[in-house]
């Protein structure tokens, strides 16, 4: 009888010890890691949030014909997604970077996007057609002129709607000169 009783002790022992082990693989399983940026330097990093569907990291970026672009680059989490600035529907929550009014800083041409999403058929009854969804870590780069050598704070915002969650984002930055150095930073945040 002591030997049934040990043997069940024993059965009882591993079973808690196996689950224990399969709970803690689960729990590394689904650690987030902050993203590897293409970036050398990012300008401001968005504070990681676990409960956001998406992180944001900012710069200004200098291009090979000594201009300045806006870059974002976006990192998506779980099965999160959002409509791409460069869907031909007009839709509400599509993806975009705008400047409030300023004489100081303009933007130049239209937005960039790395990787360039891909026109799909999505037969949902709100979108029934063509639409270009964003599903992967993605980069936007906007170019900018910079009309002045003086210092200046010139304020934006970069809006979409995330998706499965459905809630439109606004994102307020500003973009700053000083010294002649041309920074950004978000003033609110997701």
């Known amino acids: 009888m002591n030997r049934i009783v040990l043997c069940f002790i024993l059965l009882i022992f591993i079973s808690f010890s196996t689950k224990s082990?399969?709970?803690?693989?689960?729990?590394?399983?689904t650690e987030v890691n902050l993203p590897l940026n293409p970036f050398e330097t990012i300008t401001y990093k968005e504070p990681y949030s676990p409960h956001s569907p998406y992180h944001l990291d900012l710069k200004i970026e200098n291009t090979e014909t000594d201009s300045k672009q806006l870059v974002v680059f976006i990192t998506l989490k779980g099965d999160s997604y959002f409509v791409s600035p460069h869907a031909k529907k007009d839709f509400k929550g599509r993806f975009s970077m705008t400047l409030d009014e300023s004489s100081n800083l303009a933007t130049q041409g239209h937005i960039i996007e790395i990787p360039q999403s891909v026109e799909e058929i999505d037969t949902h009854h709100l979108v029934d057609g063509t639409v270009n969804w964003v599903k992967e870590n993605t980069?936007?780069?906007l170019p900018l002129n910079v009309n002045t050598d003086k210092d200046f704070e010139a304020t934006g915002a970069i809006r979409f709607t995330i998706e499965p969650r459905c809630t439109f984002e606004e994102i307020p930055f500003m973009i700053s000169q000083k010294s002649g150095k041309l920074s950004v930073k978000l003033i609110g945040g997701c």
């Open 139 to 141: 980069t936007y780069k």
């Open 21 to 29: 082990q399969e709970s803690g693989k689960e729990i590394a399983s």
